[in-house]
């Protein structure tokens, strides 16, 4: 963590000590957020096992935070990777495909928060066709 990162807060009340400021991950170059954007911040719960949305996308960047278990997370582009609770992650939206965003665990169940900051009039995620996913192929990264 940089300098320009830290924190530390005094407490008007000195009855307690003043609260603790960890930050989790910071995102250098992040792409804006689409003109007029909504935020929302959505609390995404997955049962052992579960695969979780089916490939999409966003209108906008989003940033998330595993609270509970593990997921698998893959962007286009990169290889699956497993976010653990205490973790963050980020993707810039727009034309890259979000493929996974699963259930790592097959005996204990996941949950993540996710802000995401959607255009105006778009849907939080929409997902990619079939066709689209095979005309883009050559883009994903090779699965192990």
């Not at 052992?48 to 490939?55: D, V």
Request: charged share 20%; aromatic share 6%; proline share 13%.
């Amino acid at each position: 963590m940089s300098i320009a990162h830290a924190h530390h807060l005094e407490s008007p009340d000195t009855s307690g000590p003043p609260p603790k400021i960890d930050v989790v991950a910071t995102v250098a170059g992040a792409p804006p957020a689409p003109e007029g954007a909504e935020a929302m911040t959505i609390l995404v719960t997955l049962p052992p096992n579960s695969p979780g949305a089916p490939p999409h996308r966003h209108s906008g960047p989003a940033y998330g935070y595993v609270i509970k278990g593990a997921i698998n997370f893959e962007l286009e582009g990169e290889p699956v990777r497993v976010v653990r609770a205490g973790e963050a992650f980020w993707e810039p939206g727009g034309d890259v495909i979000h493929y996974q965003d699963g259930n790592h665990l097959a005996d204990e169940e996941s949950a993540f928060v996710v802000t995401m900051f959607c255009a105006p009039g778009q849907p939080m995620l929409t997902p990619v066709s079939s066709e689209e996913l095979e005309a883009r192929r050559d883009r994903r990264a090779p699965q192990s």
